[in-house]
């Protein structure tokens, strides 16, 4: 029987980095709640990631492991499936937005908050999106002033005009 020599097992390389993580978790939700922002740190977002931990743990230390290594290839892609897909997508569910940057103690994201390189790229958005809200002006007076006529004007035909156009 297959089962019969599988067990449970529970490696420090596997549960420190889960106790690791949990603790980070716990301790941006609680950041965030402190602050008033319990629409941002509910319940349910911490039962996403408690079941997505859950679930990563359970394809990792049950026997499911052992099942799949040995014996059952089936099992061994359901291991993945629960490792590298719903775990994660759960936990990347429970920790959208500002929860995530809170997952970071102050002490490690105040530097990183401070450099001029993360501010830099930080800003590099917001002027992205000024030059693309510029654009299309800029873009219709350089085609406008290559067909020679004032900018500002509308110049593609109507459907009417290419209607008629395409009869004749």
Known sequence: MLVAHAAWSAPASVDVPALL??????????RLRRRGRSDLADGKRAALFVAGLLVVLGGLLSPIHTIGENHLLWVHMLQHVLIGDLGIALMVAAVRGPLLVFLLPSHVLGPIARDRDVRAVRRRPQRDREADAAAPAADEQRLAAQRG????????????????????
Do not use: D
């Open 21 to 30: 993580a949990l603790v980070l978790f716990c301790h941006g939700w609680l």
């Open 149 to 168: 006529q004032p900018a500002g004007r509308h110049t593609a035909p109507s459907a009417r005009k290419c209607a008629m156009l395409a009869a004749s």
